[in-house]
Antibody, heavy 120, light 109 residues
């Protein structure tokens, strides 16, 4: 079965760079049509899509955050890494990684999420 | 950029009621529309994709319809376990690649 798990710091200081790792199993990121993305949710607020990387290394970013985000993959390790620069308290949120399915065409499996707090 | 607008932002209905949530895209997205259910403190769950295709294991009381810019999610008979926030998401290739609506919180009256 498909599983994903996020890992990274739970607390970062303003202006620091956040690095999150998504480790997955049950699928290969070298399979045509498959992707892994990142989505965040500030406490009590709506979901916000951040970035997506496909099997062919095509990368897509949220226009409002594009200058701060970088997404990469390591197919051999079954990992996807998201970096977000210049963190601010408004970036406090639960960060989810998620599988982008070949059949559904969209986000169909989610990790459990990791809460990242930005505070000095 | 395409924006997704959901309405209402919240609703309260009785058990057994028919509930309808709407989602409007600022530009046509064909049928590249998904619906998610997020129960309090839980991870979002895919309910419907391609506007009307029920994801495996989702109860048949959930249904979706629409194409182009206007979409609806219907719960034919609201159950206590349906208390959640529901999000629409567009996923066609036009940027931004994925966009969520603001959510609709469903409560039991």
């Amino acid at each position: 079965q498909i599983t994903l798990k996020e890992s990274g710091p739970t607390l970062v200081k303003p202006t620091q760079t956040l690095t999150l790792t998504c480790t997955f199993s049950g699928f290969s990121l070298s399979t045509s049509g498959v992707g892994v993305g990142w989505i965040r949710q500030p406490p009590g607020k709506a979901l916000e899509w951040l970035a997506l990387i496909y099997w062919d290394d095509d990368k897509r970013y949220s226009p409002s955050l594009k200058s701060r985000l970088t997404i990469t993959k390591d197919t051999s390790k079954n990992q996807v890494v998201l970096t977000m620069t210049n963190m601010d308290p408004v970036d406090t949120a639960t960060y989810y990684c998620a599988h982008q399915g070949r059949i559904t065409g969209t986000t169909d499996y989610w990790g459990q999420g990791t809460l990242v707090t930005v505070s000095s | 950029d395409i924006q997704m607008t959901q309405s209402p932002s919240s609703l309260s209905a009785s058990v057994g009621d028919r509930v309808t949530i709407t989602c409007r895209a600022s530009q046509g997205i064909s049928n590249y529309l998904a619906w998610y259910q997020q129960k309090p403190g839980k991870v979002p769950k895919l309910l419907i994709y391609a506007a009307s295709t029920l994801q495996s294991g989702v109860p048949s009381r959930f249904s979706g319809s629409g194409s182009g810019t206007d979409f609806t999610l219907t719960i034919s008979s609201l159950q206590p376990e349906d208390v959640a926030t529901y999000y629409c998401q567009k996923y066609n290739s036009a940027p931004p690649r994925l966009t969520f609506g603001g959510g609709t919180k469903v409560e039991i009256k």
